[in-house]
């Protein structure tokens, strides 16, 4: 398979994507933006995959089936080549949180996140992955390693992994430790999309900012990433202090070099 | 105990970090937690302040954005007023819907103009409400909404610009089935019977109140015409 890089959409840059639809492969949408399907009208006819906030894939309690359908609804609509969620409690007794918060890292708990996981797969027919988040704090009694728990959440269920790098480099800034360390426990095998974005300091610590460029450490670790997998789709994500498109297809086309570089 | 007690107890944590101060087991009271889920949020809430502090900071900064994206108008010609008002505005334990953020922060900005009401803060109420409506994702029970407002916002919201002078102006505001949010101009007592509908009264009972079998007749026939137009009252 050949790499693929896209872009998180988002409407502020569909004119000059318009003028410019080569400069990508596809498009990453986030469902919960578009539910009124009148929205999609203007959306470049692009191949596109979805990345959805409030799957909640990590609480204690079922699927909203509210939300599932409407992204499901979605789908029908946009035929997305994949689509992805977090692996993270975004919603408890049926409320979003406003944020994705970190789970507990925990044997018990696979069963009961493959089984959200097999039905959110069942539902939107196509291939599913979980992506390791970014978090600040780290919740004290896992049984498990999040590498640990994405393999058994892997075998359990048939999904993928969407492995975001920056969230990577910002958890090993806060939490110190090896990102490296960190990738070699992950499950590559099961890796389907990467995200790249960038951070920046807040106080004492490193936050995921999706405002500003991708940092060195992020384009390390997307050679490292790369040169262990045949193939990757990357995706820029920046919604924040949006740059003019020229400069986002220039850190795409930076992307491409890099894995270039290690093909 | 189940891992949403402890999920629970961590939001009382995100959302009221700053005023909680240092841990102590009866903040959790309500919580039916385990010893050990006790020992995880005295963990996190000891070792981890700058983290929790961080998460809280980013929830209201997230909570910030879509409120002011919701409100072009606000953010174009009443800034200061928005932001002084987002600064008062608390995160709540799980937030919700965008719909009914905006709804909260309408009533936020509707206790603050019954203070001190200015063309700024009529302006926010309205296109909070306004927007809130909009967002009504379609499974919900469709609301709508009664606003008073000693100016045009309705012109300010849509033009983006003041109006030359005060214009004392009622509004209702609902959203037809699967069409965008309807504002009409009525009449102060049609407005006045419209807050009725609001508090719960059915039609009948709105008539009712009326004195006269001439001003019942006048309401029953606009009432009419507004649930012909699709608004959402009995």
């Given at each position: 398979m050949t790499d693929r890089f896209g872009l998180l959409y988002d409407d502020r840059f569909a004119r000059d994507l318009a003028s410019?639809?080569?400069?990508?492969d596809f498009l990453e949408i986030i469902p919960d933006r578009y539910?009124?399907?009148?929205?999609?009208?203007?959306?470049?006819d692009l191949p596109t995959v979805f990345h959805s906030l409030d799957?909640?894939?990590?609480?204690?309690?079922?699927?909203?089936p509210a939300y599932l359908d409407a992204v499901v609804r979605l789908a029908r609509h946009c035929k997305p080549l994949w689509a992805s969620d977090h692996?993270?409690?975004?919603?408890?007794d049926g409320t979003s949180l406003g944020q994705l918060t970190p789970v507990?890292?925990?044997?018990?708990?696979v069963k009961r996140m493959a089984g959200k996981l097999v039905e959110v797969q069942e539902r939107l027919g196509v291939p599913f992955l979980i992506e390791n988040i970014a978090y600040y704090v780290r919740l004290p009694?896992?049984?498990?390693?999040e590498g640990e728990l994405l393999h058994r959440l892997v075998a359990a269920s048939g999904c993928g992994v969407l492995l975001d790098l920056n969230n990577l480099a910002v958890n090993a800034a806060n939490h110190r430790f090896d990102p490296y360390a960190y990738l070699r426990e992950f499950p590559m095998h099961a890796v389907g999309e990467i995200h790249i974005a960038g951070s920046r300091r807040r106080g004492a610590m490193v936050i995921d900012?999706?405002?500003?460029p991708v940092g060195e450490l992020v384009w390390e670790l997307l050679r490292f990433a790369a040169s262990a997998l045949p193939s990757v789709r990357v995706v820029l994500e920046r919604?924040?202090?949006?740059?003019?498109?020229g400069e986002l297809v220039r850190e795409l086309s930076f992307a491409r070099e890099c894995v270039e570089a290690v093909r | 105990m189940s891992e949403s007690e402890l999920q629970r107890a961590l939001l009382h944590v995100y959302a009221n970090v700053e005023r909680l101060g240092a841990y102590a087991p009866e903040l959790f009271a309500r919580f039916a937690l385990s010893n050990s889920d006790l020992q995880v949020l005295c963990d996190v809430m000891t070792l981890q302040r700058d983290g929790l502090l961080l998460h809280a900071a980013l929830l209201r900064d997230k909570q910030r954005r879509l409120i002011a994206g919701a409100l072009p108008a606000s953010a174009s010609l009443a800034e200061a007023r928005l932001t002084a008002l987002l600064d008062l505005f608390a995160v709540r334990e799980g937030v919700g819907d965008l719909a009914g953020t905006l709804r909260r922060f309408a009533d936020h900005a509707g206790e603050a103009c019954a203070t001190a009401p200015t063309r700024e803060l009529e302006l926010i109420r309205f296109e909070a409400l306004h927007a809130s409506i909009a967002l009504?994702?379609?499974?919900?029970r469709r609301t709508s909404a009664v606003v008073r407002s000693a100016y045009d916002v309705h012109a300010a919201a849509s033009s983006c610009c003041w109006p030359d002078a005060a214009t004392p102006c009622w509004y209702f505001l609902f959203q037809a089935h699967g069409d965008r949010v309807t504002v009409l101009h009525v009449s102060p007592r049609l407005a006045d019977l419209l807050e009725l509908f609001q508090q719960g009264l059915s039609r009948d009972e709105v008539l009712r109140t009326l004195e006269t079998e001439r001003e019942r007749a006048a309401a029953a026939a606009s009432i009419e015409k507004l649930v012909c137009a699709g608004a959402p009252i009995a």
């Open positions: 410019r639809p080569d400069a990508v539910f009124a399907l009148d929205d999609l009208a203007a959306l470049p799957l909640s894939i990590g609480s204690d309690e079922p699927l909203d692996l993270a409690v975004s919603k408890i507990r890292c925990r044997a018990a708990s009694g896992a049984d498990l390693s900012s999706h405002a500003d919604d924040q202090d949006l740059p003019p498109f | 009504q994702p379609p499974s919900a």
